[in-house]
DNA sequence: CAGTGGTCTAGACCACTGA
DNA sequence: CAGTGGTCTAGACCACTGA
């Protein structure tokens, strides 16, 4: 039985752990309790192939999990340090407010003040993507839960990605479900700021001009194209952003 | 030279991509265009490594980033599916304002209200993970851009993880950047939103008791160990938070 | 030059699922 | 049972770095 290849697995692995994520969590403590501080040189894959007899794959994958999670740094031809971590990455989780609302076992309505075409300015153009002056689409809806506005959608889309933007019925679909269909795959930038709602916005989401607000303006990009800019108004006293991270 | 194992690499791949970016770039554009739609079932590993004529190894790394990413949902026995995108993570990088401000070339200046050892209410207690009623540590610092209050940061500080909190010269070291000293690893959950602030953080801050203010509420926890709590707020005129994500 | 990480291969054993 | 993903090994070639 000399050449068989083991049929009994040599390795049960501490509680249920993959060797793999034995070498991480092991790296981890030791970044967590500050045995190496930002900066310091980890141990190199030889090392912890030899401290872990494990294969380099393994340790390999260890090392670049930890770097995908910001933990460390690693240099070809150099080492792997431990990362500063003066900029920690948290995951922000963007739900559609449709679906945010439905799972409260709540109602949502969406009441569509405007959907037109309009002529691009300068600097919209410019955002969108598209010549100057030439026509965009842009809405602007309200969406309430249980009747109180929580959000103003102010819309503008790229009419080349959603030619039949403007036929869509949003009291059916969000804009954003729609536009998730015609271009699924997303890239954004976006911005949170507290302000001031303009007239029209209070007027629309029934509160005072003076009220604070969570404005989101976020920018939409499918494979280099851009494909909308929407400005979300929120009551600050009925929206709230919540995460989690772990550095 | 029949063993010899290439001397030239059979695969130049195109364009600098190594073999696994090609795997992931190829399933990552079909779900871009629409050819796997939420829920629909992607291409197994044997069919990759048919296709591709690359190990599974390789398509097994291009899946599970995929799957990281949150673009693709993988089930042991199963196979692997379009994942459904109506929670979309974003990487929001929380940096250190001390870091921020000196980054944009300008001035940091702390002002320190108070820093003094105070009892913890119930809630307060639970939410550091100490007995009721007993001491927490508990500092109010105003930070400022060349001269203008950009934070008003008010913090609890659990005293068994940095006992010599009260000791800090918060002139020289941010909260957070001690803190991250003493802890170097954290989770956190925080929450976003936009409020009016108390008339001690309007007066602090130099702003009136009904402008907008964006107010960031943060727990941070090392290794299962609730840290702090701190209460930041900006005035919504000053202050923004961006970021990117790719879906 | 030795040491480092980046990546790949061709196999393997395993747990899990659903027919 | 066949098909799926989860993971591992022992080797390999390579690009890069700094002495």
Same mark, same amino acid.
């Given at each position: 039985?000399?050449?068989?290849?083991?049929?009994?697995?040599?390795?049960?692995?501490?509680?249920?752990?993959?060797?793999?994520?034995?070498?991480?969590?092991?790296?981890?403590?030791?970044?967590?309790?500050?045995?190496?501080?930002?900066?310091?040189?980890?141990?190199?894959?030889?090392?912890?192939?030899? =401290?872990?007899? @494990?294969?380099?794959?393994?340790?390999?994958? *260890?090392?670049? #999990? /930890?770097? %995908?999670?910001?933990? +460390?740094?690693?240099?070809?031809?150099?080492?792997?340090?431990?990362?500063?971590?003066?900029?920690?990455?948290?995951?922000?989780?963007?739900?559609?407010?449709?679906?945010?609302?439905?799972?409260?076992?709540?109602?949502? =309505?969406?009441? @569509?003040?405007?959907?037109?075409?309009?002529? *691009?300015?300068? #600097? /919209?153009? %410019?955002?969108?993507? +598209?010549?100057?002056?030439?026509?965009?689409?842009?809405?602007?809806?309200?969406?309430?839960?249980?009747?109180?506005?929580?959000?103003?959608?102010?819309?503008?889309?790229?009419?080349?990605?959603?030619?039949?933007?403007?036929?869509?019925?949003?009291?059916?679909?969000?804009?954003?479900?729609?536009?998730?269909?015609?271009?699924?795959?997303?890239?954004?930038?976006?911005?949170?700021?507290?302000?001031?709602?303009?007239?029209?916005?209070?007027?629309?989401?029934?509160?005072?001009?003076?009220?604070?607000?969570?404005?989101?303006?976020?920018?939409?990009?499918?494979?280099?194209?851009?494909?909308?800019?929407?400005?979300?108004?929120?009551?600050?006293?009925?929206?709230?952003?919540?995460?989690?991270?772990?550095?």
């Amino acid at each position: 039985m000399a050449s068989t290849p083991h049929t009994h697995s040599p390795k049960p692995a501490a509680s249920g752990h993959a060797p793999y994520t034995r070498v991480k969590d092991f790296l981890k403590s030791g970044l967590a309790s500050g045995h190496w501080v930002p900066g310091d040189q980890m141990p190199s894959e030889a090392e912890l192939v030899q =401290q872990f007899a @494990v294969s380099r794959m393994t340790v390999g994958r *260890a090392l670049r #999990e /930890l770097q %995908a999670e910001g933990l +460390v740094t690693r240099v070809q031809g150099v080492g792997s340090f431990a990362a500063h971590l003066s900029r920690v990455s948290s995951t922000l989780t963007i739900r559609d407010l449709h679906d945010e609302i439905v799972a409260r076992g709540h109602q949502h =309505q969406a009441t @569509v003040v405007f959907a037109k075409k309009e002529k *691009a300015t300068a #600097e /919209l153009a %410019a955002q969108l993507g +598209v010549p100057a002056r030439s026509a965009v689409f842009h809405s602007l809806i309200v969406h309430s839960e249980n009747g109180v506005p929580l959000q103003c959608e102010d819309r503008y889309v790229n009419p080349a990605c959603a030619p039949d933007y403007l036929a869509v019925d949003f009291q059916t679909i969000t804009p954003t479900q729609y536009l998730l269909g015609v271009a699924p795959l997303w890239e954004a930038q976006y911005s949170i700021e507290a302000a001031a709602p303009t007239a029209q916005e209070a007027q629309l989401l029934g509160i005072g001009v003076q009220d604070p607000c969570l404005i989101v303006v976020r920018r939409t990009i499918n494979r280099g194209v851009p494909i909308t800019l929407a400005r979300l108004v929120h009551p600050g006293t009925h929206y709230q952003i919540s995460g989690a991270f772990k550095p």
